[in-house]
T-cell receptor, first 114, second 112 residues
Framework: DQQVKQNSPSLSVQEGRISILNCDYT??????FLWYKKYPAEGPTFLIS?????DKNEDGRFTVFLNKSAKHLSLHIVPSQPGDSAVYFC?????????????FGQGTTLQVKP | KAGVTQTPRYLIKTRGQQVTLSCSPI?????VSWYQQTPGQGLQFLFE???????NKGNFPGRFSGRQFSNSRSEMNVSTLELGDSALYLC???????????FGQGTRLTVV
């Protein structure tokens, strides 16, 4: 049972344009969501998070949108830069059975072309 | 502030052996969680400790175990290694509760 899904394995965008990475979840107990960026053979780097009481959170070039009714969140990167090329994971947590536990999607590989 | 430190970075073990991985969390963080990353399964939760108590455990066999010390440092142990245990093992620390978790660089375990 995959509770967090990133349906696009890969995404390619031009430098300077917007990157939009999508994530769907099924567990209605989730009340906190996070996005991580990961390079091969390294640990994930935290990017941005959002609580379920909000529908938007911004941090510099990164904005996360949450649509609770659709159980969908997205990460917008504007403008995209070649250094943003990496694998992006979304994760959800919340509910007593998920104490201290992040449930990750399978990741989306973003390539930003110069 | 120093980040999450995992040792060793790389490890090669033989089937049937056991291995212990170490994680030092960010100073002041009381929660340490462990994840396994493999190409086919993505990032899978192993277990989480908070103030020396295991609060949650993922769907892994009993060969996978862990502990947390009073200084919040954590270790995980895998006994009777199998080829399928080859993976990147990641440790994350957080203050506890619904907050961001910060990951270490990981330990790449290869079982031959």
């Amino acid at each position: 049972d995959q509770q967090v899904k990133q349906n696009s394995p890969s995404l390619s965008v031009q430098e300077g344009r917007i990157s939009i990475l999508n994530c769907d979840y099924t567990n209605s107990m989730f009340d906190y969501f996070l996005w991580y960026k990961k390079y091969p053979a390294e640990g994930p780097t935290f990017l941005i998070s959002i609580s379920s009481i909000k529908d938007k959170n911004e941090d510099g070039r990164f904005t996360v949108f949450l649509n609770k009714s659709a159980k969908h969140l997205s990460l917008h990167i504007v403008p995209s830069q070649p250094g943003d090329s990496a694998v992006y994971f979304c994760a959800g947590t919340g509910g007593s059975s998920n104490t201290g536990k992040l449930i990750f999607g399978q990741g989306t590989t973003l390539q930003v072309k110069p | 502030k120093a980040g999450v430190t995992q040792t060793p970075r790389y490890l090669i073990k033989t089937r049937g052996q056991q291995v212990t991985l170490s994680c030092s969390p960010i100073s002041g963080h009381r929660s340490v969680s462990w994840y396994q990353q493999t190409p086919g399964q993505g990032l899978q939760f192993l277990f989480e400790y908070f103030s020396e108590t295991q609060r949650n455990k993922g769907n892994f066999p009993g060969r996978f175990s862990g502990r947390q010390f009073s200084n919040s440092r954590s270790e995980m142990n895998v006994s009777t290694l199998e080829l399928g245990d080859s993976a990147l093992y990641l440790c994350a620390s957080s203050p506890g509760g619904n907050t961001e978790a910060f990951f270490g660089q990981g330990t790449r375990l290869t079982v031959v």
